[in-house]
């Protein structure tokens, strides 16, 4: 939700570390490897017991994970490759996420698989009708809006962490709202695709 209608309240911010890296020859899909590093350290600060870290690197690397896309529209070097590294990445980026909460709060552990379900049959959703759409935006492929987009996965994400005495509520609310957004794009695909 947040990705789709919040963007354009960041996007001078987007575009002007976009033009930074543009600026020093730095290309997508190096912006976008060290997104990912920055992503999975996040899950290692959470082991090493400093969560304030592990967030901050967190949304650095969703920062970046903007920046990337910018960087290839401008300089028009947008390619299949780079888009597949971006949603590779940020989903085992969210893996070093939920694998640190695991081994540090076992009680978790059953909410953390199911939220991890969650984010599989949403993203199967998501890609498989990227994959099936015919896209009109900027996008590499046609993007489903949800209510639990990226932004609100690094806020529920930073929660867990931040608050991690409350991890098993914040980790279901979290798991409801993916499930939610899984049954909105499904619905949505079917609208799209029954013919």
């Known amino acids: 939700m947040l990705d789709t209608h919040g963007r354009k309240y960041v996007e001078p911010i987007i575009e002007s570390v976009a033009n930074a890296f543009i600026n020093r020859s730095i290309s997508a899909n190096k912006v976008t490897v060290l997104a990912f590093v920055l992503g999975i350290s996040s899950g290692g600060w959470m082991l090493l017991g400093q969560p304030l870290i592990a967030t901050a690197v967190l949304w650095i690397s969703g920062l970046l994970d903007a920046v990337d896309g910018a960087i290839a529209r401008k300089t028009g ?29 076992p009680s978790a552990r059953l909410v953390l698989i199911m ?66 957004t899984a049954g909105q794009r499904l619905k949505e695909a079917y609208e799209l695709l029954k013919n």
């Open 115 to 180: 939220l991890t379900g969650s984010i599989i049959i949403s993203m199967t959703v998501f890609l498989t009708v990227g994959a099936l759409s015919k896209n009109t935006k900027n996008k590499a492929f046609y993007y489903q809006a949800g209510l639990a987009e990226r932004t609100e996965g690094f806020i529920m994400s930073s929660l867990m962490m931040i608050f991690s005495n409350h991890i098993i509520i914040i980790t279901i609310v979290y798991f409801l709202a993916i499930l939610f």
């Open 77 to 105: 070097t947008s390619s299949s490759w780079g888009a597949l590294m971006d949603i590779t990445f940020d989903r085992i980026v969210e893996l070093s996420v939920i694998i640190s909460l695991a081994i540090l709060y």
